[in-house]
């Protein structure tokens, strides 16, 4: 089946610092990459759509400044978020589409940020 | 707005049958999702349902009907592993899922 990796898996920085998080699709290329962020016991909420050689889709109340998104080849998406504070502390999942099916996406591991 | 609903949590005993619910409301719709999430990880994939019945895999099920938007994931022969949290998920019109809050399923010896 098809896979998706992230990393790093956890991260703790200092308040004030940018953290990257990469999103790879490692046996399939990705057309489509999305960026979820999800707080304790709460569901998933859709941060971004990110697509291959174009800007990224934000969500209304995501700062775009804040939670840079690039996806420069058709199995990498990044996910900075800069000036990183206490609060963005969060579990990150980024999903890919293959683009074969539109309702099929494969979810990475996640990265655990924890902001000091 | 994004309207879809799922009991917050539910127990079950061992070796039994649990059934959740999930409903929505959405003028464009392309599929119901279900999806199965343990604490600390990301979610994987369980079942997709785009017509109306019921899809079975193994000892999942999952059952939708368009008309009065609902669906249910059933779950038999309950295992420990089974303990997590079960995310439904609604594709609309524009391809986005839109999640439910999930439902913890607890499973007890």
């Known amino acids: 089946g098809a896979v998706v990796s992230q990393h790093p898996s956890r991260v703790i920085c200092k308040s004030g610092t940018s953290v990257k998080i990469e999103c790879r699709s490692l046996?399939?290329?990705?057309?489509?990459m999305f960026w979820y962020r999800q707080f304790p016991k709460q569901s998933l909420m859709l941060m971004a759509t990110?697509?291959?050689?174009?800007?990224?889709?934000?969500e209304q109340g995501v700062e775009k400044d804040k939670f840079l998104i690039n996806h420069a080849s058709l199995t990498l998406s990044t996910l900075t978020v800069t000036s990183a504070h206490p609060e963005d502390s969060s579990f990150y999942i980024c999903?890919?589409?293959?683009?074969?099916?539109?309702?099929?996406?494969?979810f990475g591991p996640g990265t655990r940020l924890l902001v000091l | 707005g994004q309207n879809i609903d799922q009991p917050t949590e539910m127990t079950a005993t061992e070796g039994a049958i649990v059934q959740i619910n999930c409903t929505y409301q959405?003028?464009?719709?392309?599929?119901l999702f279900w999806y199965q999430q343990h604490a600390g990880e990301a979610p994987t994939f369980l079942s997709y349902?785009?017509l109306d019945g019921l899809e079975e895999k193994g000892r999942f099920s999952s059952f939708l009907s368009r008309s009065k938007g609902y669906s249910y994931l059933l779950l038999k022969e309950l295992q420990m592993k089974d303990s997590a949290s079960y995310l439904c998920?609604?594709?609309?019109?524009?391809?986005?899922?839109?999640w439910g809050a999930g439902t913890k399923l607890i499973i007890k010896p």
């Open positions: 046996d399939f290329q990705a057309t489509t």
């Open positions: 998920a609604y594709m609309d019109s524009n391809y986005q899922l839109i």
């Open positions: 959405t003028s464009g719709f392309n599929g």
């Open positions: 990110s697509n291959e050689g174009s800007k990224a889709t934000y």
């Open positions: 349902n785009v």
């Open positions: 999903s890919a589409n293959p683009g074969l099916a539109l309702e099929t996406q494969y």
